[in-house]
């Protein structure tokens, strides 16, 4: 089971002294309830470089609760206040990490074997705060953390933390926070385990997206443009394990096709056979995640179209949507077997050291403004004679072409912005409008051709599968005039190096 973790954190000097919990949580509003002390001993295990804590994720057994994953926040939070981290909790009776804990931890530890790095006490005294109608708002406890690591003598710190509960703010309790400000709290980011490990856990993780330079080289721009999307792949693969939801997948696969034009892009300042091998190995991860993504988006899409079109029979739909969900989990089992798969680990190493150290030709030494516009220019050229090769009647070919092209021209005006500016930010505003126009008539086009092997199979559902499809044909219509209209729009941007054409 996965939730969201919302907290704030802070950190108190062993010489000061804690204000009352209880009037502290007051000066919020609403009600104050004081709950019932516990006392929690946990086992955190990483690996022998803390590889995890260095991610922010933690893999923990404890005594209230079992074997829990911790993981961060790919996207970040909308609230600079918090720490955000998705908590899964796995069923174990054992005392050794389960295999399930093991997966989600892998993309972090790469084949790393995971061992006991701190036990953690904590005598924690919790408050419960409610807003004035009885709602949740927070729950705020004070922790007094004993630690204790391998041979070292144990030694003790205290930390308060507030937990969010769904859908509030920090702004809500934003007076506890200058309470504790006032008595001499210091806000951290941190989680218990990084304080209790040390600086070697707050060390950076293995992917770090470098800055740029204001006169960068091209492979300045070539290493945060990869190092970029390894990092967010890295994020958001575990999420995908879980299951839950289709973001996690999206972003994934997202985050690969990012990369694989990163290649494409770059390619003439890169080493050819490098380059070309990895894009590969990218491309069968990429699938697998593309085949569970694009389930996910057959049930989204007809979803939608079931609740606004009210005279669609709800039993038949129903059915349907039960067959595409349980080819969805298909997809997914299938993805897990590859992710759980030799041939992925070696990717995920090839990945981080693509986005520490990418191999790059020796042009790719000179600066940037030298050679950079040129390869955004390259695809815009592209996209643009292609949508102008297209007759009044454009087939689906047709236009699967262009958002394809229109794809990488978007990727590649995004990995040149440290160089080219406005005009880079430009193009990809307008790529984003049309990639999305063009995606949407692609959703209901490949639809409509899976509604028809569906029907095939399972001619029961060949009526309701008949009805949809022709939903996804007026839908198709509206993306497709859409398109055109965008384009009028977006076609005479012009870029540095290149007139309109």
């Known amino acids: 089971m996965a939730g969201l973790e919302r907290e704030i954190k802070l950190e108190f000097d062993d010489h000061l002294s804690l204000p009352d919990l209880a009037d502290v949580a007051a000066v919020a509003g609403g009600s104050v309830s004081v709950l019932e002390e516990r006392l929690l001993d946990a086992e955190y295990y990483d690996t022998a470089d803390l590889r995890l804590t260095r991610w922010g994720c933690s893999l923990r057994f404890r005594s209230d609760g079992g074997w829990m994953v911790k993981l961060p926040e790919p996207a970040g939070n909308d609230d600079s206040e918090l720490l955000a981290r998705t908590e899964v909790r796995i069923p174990s009776d054992g005392k050794s990490p389960p295999a399930e804990a093991l997966a989600l931890v892998a993309p972090f530890a790469r084949g790393e074997a995971l061992q006991p790095v701190a036990s953690i006490q904590t005598t924690r005294q919790p408050v419960r705060i409610d807003d004035p109608q009885g709602r949740s708002v927070a729950e705020l406890v004070e922790d007094h953390v004993r630690v204790e690591l391998p041979d070292q003598p144990p030694w003790n710190f205290r930390m308060v933390e507030i937990e969010l509960a769904a859908g509030r703010r920090s702004t809500e309790v934003s007076p506890i926070i200058k309470r504790y400000h006032r008595a001499g709290a210091r806000s951290v980011w941190r989680s218990k385990l990084a304080r209790a490990l040390g600086p070697a856990a707050e060390a950076p993780p293995d992917v770090v997206v470098p800055p740029v330079s204001s006169s960068p080289t091209a492979r300045e721009v070539i290493h945060a443009a990869i190092a970029r999307s390894v990092q967010s792949h890295l994020l958001n693969l575990p999420i995908a394990r879980v299951g839950e939801g289709s973001e996690g997948v999206h972003q994934a696969r997202v985050a690969l096709r990012r990369l694989r034009s990163d290649l494409r892009t770059f390619g003439p300042l890169l080493e050819p056979t490098w ?215 977006t076609r005479n941007i012009e870029l540095p190096g290149e007139g309109t054409g």
């Open 275 to 489: 380059a070309t091998e990895l894009s590969s190995e990218v491309r069968w991860l990429g699938d697998r995640l593309g085949e569970v993504r694009d389930a996910d988006v057959r049930i989204m899409v007809l979803n939608q179209l079931v609740e606004e079109e009210p005279s669609i029979e709800s039993e038949q739909a129903r059915a349907l949507l039960d067959e595409l969900k349980v080819q969805r989990d298909v997809a997914h089992a299938n993805l897990l077997e590859a992710m759980d798969s030799t041939r992925c680990t070696e990717l995920l190493d090839h990945l981080v050291d693509a986005a520490q150290d990418p191999r790059t030709a020796p042009q790719a030494d000179d600066p940037a403004e030298e050679n950079i516009p040129t390869l955004v220019n390259r695809p815009w050229r592209k996209l643009r004679k292609a949508v102008g090769r297209i007759g009044p009647e454009p087939s689906y070919a047709d236009f699967h072409r262009i958002r394809i092209k229109a794809k990488r021209c978007r990727y590649a005006a995004e990995a040149v912005e440290p160089v080219m500016g406005k005009p880079a930010r430009r193009l990809t505003k307008a790529m984003k409008r049309i990639q999305n126009s063009l995606g949407d008539l692609n959703d209901a086009n490949v639809i409509r051709a899976h509604l028809a092997t569906t029907a095939d199979q399972h001619e029961e559902l060949g009526f309701m599968a008949g009805e949809l499809s022709g939903l996804l044909v007026a839908r198709a219509g509206h993306c497709e005039a859409e398109f055109l209209n965008l384009w009028t729009k």
